[in-house]
């Protein structure tokens, strides 16, 4: 049992472990486990100012959050954002790496195509699209002028916003995406292909009997990816709508920043950067533990 | 019996970017043959099996399967099955799944279905392993998913591209009776793809010897054993190979003849009575057998098999002799000579 040996060689390796995991938990604990125990310390205290100064008030900011009414619609807002832009862009993504990865002239053009979206800086990105949009000038009305139809703002009502929102997010991810189901669709052996064939199944057979389950672990990683996307969208808005009109196309980020920096409301922003991160954590575990128990990996 | 031949390929030619796949290649094979195609690696047997199975199209030549011309159909439009030297087993899918999914996609009756998955898992021994995943089997008993894959839908033409290739010594040989076992009792046509000589001989009824993207020989493995019609086919079939003598180092032969002579025709002899004299390099013992090798200035190859224990001394001088009968003669090109006698 207690062989001395077998004690120091255990005990090197630990020490060996440790160091490996060092650099690793220093750089973690410094910039994200401090930072979000801090938040949370900060979120249980109320806002100071020269008269009241700040003291330990609980879940009160909380609560604040939940009574506030534009706090509601920032959340519905980011859910119906989520729930269009990740289905569209992973089905978008799929069907471009499906297309790209099978055997059609140029080939490389047609990737790196799907990925220049991707490669551009967002900001750059936003005021493309701001260009787009624009009414009277931008190409979207000039083109629709074409068939007679008359300029519609997109970015400047409420209706058409977080549409227009949207609608750059799958323009920007779907490229991305892409490029992960392409590198998972060559893992895939030819011989499969070859195998099904010879047994009689169609393309579409072969799809969804045999490529499909065969991606479903990068689908769940661009998922838990596409989620924390969803949630982590700012530059647009700052670019695009500011937020606006009347809320229309708030996000929660974009709401933390500006009632942090704008209202200098310190402390109900890291309440609601508690909240996010609270269920982007639910979220993840959720996708990792179940969908992952019915994933094949190779 | 009709006379017309279950399969036949009628001078199929298969280039990809002017190099050379298969060439000229013509084949007729009976219902219920066991065909082995040999080669060595890159010879165009694989090619061959895939322009079969419809896997590629060939540039030219015809391809007739069951009376049916098939030259440029769909690989399922040609009723049959194969096994992948990789085995090909779908990873997500269980062994059940596996198996059946042919049949799935061809939509037999559920029933139907698990009637002959049960009897394809009770042929290839995988009863109780239904729900286990490729990933969680042996490498026989993946092969053997493979084989019940490629028996269960009753094709009967089955390919298979070197199935054994990846299995060990002992397994492969266990596998190489069943597989044969196996297509007695199903009465199926098998063409087989190795480049194993030892597969090829036991199993076949019908060898193809390829080389170079052409048929070299085409017969039964005795034929191409006792009969082989040209230096490579000599070379490449039996264990040991046919050693080649040049006809110069023998006396009443053309100088450029090569001749061939197997091992079990070569005896020693007394010094000063043989008609070679060659240095012995390396004694192998086989238990029942001893293969002595030798060496000569103008032969390759040359190999004695002594009966029981019979090592000597490598660099010894031995004397050997051998019958006339026994004699395999190619001329200069390496074609086989039909002898008189």
């Given amino acids: 049992m207690s062989n001395p040996h077998a004690n120091l060689e255990r005990r090197r390796q630990a020490i060996y472990g440790w160091l490996l995991l060092s650099p690793a938990a220093l750089l973690l604990s410094v910039f994200a486990f401090y930072p979000s125990l801090a938040t949370l310390w900060s979120s249980t205290f109320s806002r100071g100012n020269r008269r009241n100064p700040s003291e330990y008030i609980g879940l009160e900011n909380y609560a604040d959050l939940f009574a506030d009414p534009t706090f509601w619609l920032v959340v519905r807002n980011n859910l119906f954002y989520a729930g269009v832009t990740i289905p569209v ?10 297309w790209a990865n099978s055997k059609i002239p140029a080939r490389g053009f047609v990737r790196t195509a799907y990925f220049t979206p991707t490669v551009l800086p967002m900001i750059a990105a936003a005021n493309l699209w701001l260009f787009f949009y624009t009414p009277g000038l931008g190409v979207l009305d000039q083109i629709g002028a074409l068939f007679g139809l008359p300029s519609v703002n997109w970015l400047g009502q409420p209706e058409t916003a977080l549409w227009a929102i949207i609608i750059v997010t799958i323009w920007k991810e779907a490229g991305f995406f892409m490029i992960f189901y392409l590198a998972a669709l060559q893992t895939i052996p030819e011989d499969l292909k070859e195998a099904a064939d010879i047994e009689g199944a169609s393309r579409w057979t072969y799809t969804r009997r045999i490529v499909l389950p065969l991606l479903m672990p990068t689908t769940l990683f661009i998922m838990v990816n596409a989620m924390i996307n969803s949630v982590k969208l700012i530059d647009h808005l700052f670019i695009l709508t500011k937020g606006g009109p009347s809320d229309a196309s708030k996000l929660i980020l974009y709401y933390i920043w500006e009632m942090a920096f704008a209202f200098f409301d310190a402390p109900h922003a890291a309440a609601m950067t508690m909240l996010v991160l609270l269920v982007l954590g639910i979220v993840a575990a959720i996708q990792f533990f179940f969908i992952d128990r019915r994933t094949h990996y190779q | 019996m009709t006379t017309q031949p279950f399969v036949s390929l009628k001078g199929i030619g298969k280039r990809w970017n002017g190099k050379l796949g298969v060439e000229d290649v013509s084949l007729d094979i009976p219902e219920g043959a066991f065909v082995a195609l040999l080669g060595p690696s890159g010879c165009g047997k694989s090619t061959t099996l895939r322009l079969l199975a419809g896997l590629e199209i060939p540039d030219e030549g015809k391809i007739v399967i069951d009376g049916r011309d098939v030259t440029t159909s769909a690989a399922s439009d040609r009723n049959l099955s194969m096994v992948f030297q990789s085995y090909a087993l779908f990873p997500h899918l269980s ?33 109780g392993l239904e729900d286990r995943k490729p990933g ?19 094709q009967r033409l089955c390919l298979m591209d070197e199935p054994l290739s990846n ?70 079939v039996g264990a040991p190979p046919m050693a080649l003598i040049k006809g110069h180092a023998l006396t009443g032969f053309d100088d450029d003849t090569t001749i061939g002579l197997r091992a079990e025709n070569i005896r020693l002899e007394k010094p000063g009575k043989g008609r070679l004299v060659c240095t012995v390099t390396e004694c192998e013992f086989l238990g029942a057998e001893t293969f002595i090798g030798l060496a000569h200035d ?30 395999h003669v190619f001329d200069s090109g390496g074609k086989r000579v039909a002898r008189a006698t």
């Fill in chain 2, 136 to 154: 969680e089997l042996s490498g026989g008993q993946r092969q053997r998913v493979a084989l019940a894959r490629a028996i269960v839908a009753g």
């Fill in chain 1, 89 to 98: 862009s992973i089905f978008i993504a799929l069907s471009m790496a499906l």
């Fill in chain 2, 167 to 236: 299995l060990d010594a002992k397994l492969r040989n266990a596998v190489r009776k069943d597989i044969k076992k196996l297509q007695r009792d199903l009465g199926i046509t098998v063409v087989y793809v190795t480049h194993d000589q030892t597969e090829a001989m036991s199993m076949a009824d019908i060898v193809v010897l390829m080389k170079d993207g052409r048929i070299q020989q085409i017969g039964s493995p005795q034929e191409l054993y006792s009969a082989p019609v040209n230096t490579f086919v000599a070379e490449f």
């Fill in chain 2, 298 to 327: 103008h032969a390759t190859g040359l190999t004695l098999k002594a009966p029981g224990m019979a090592l000597h001394p490598s660099g010894h001088t031995v004397e050997i002799s051998f019958a006339d009968g026994d004699l």
């Fill in chain 2, 95 to 127: 062994v059940a799944e596996n198996v059946m999914f042919g049949l799935k996609v061809r939509r037999v009756p559920r029933a139907e279905r698990l009637e002959k998955l049960k009897r394809a898992l009770e042929i290839t021994g995988l009863t």
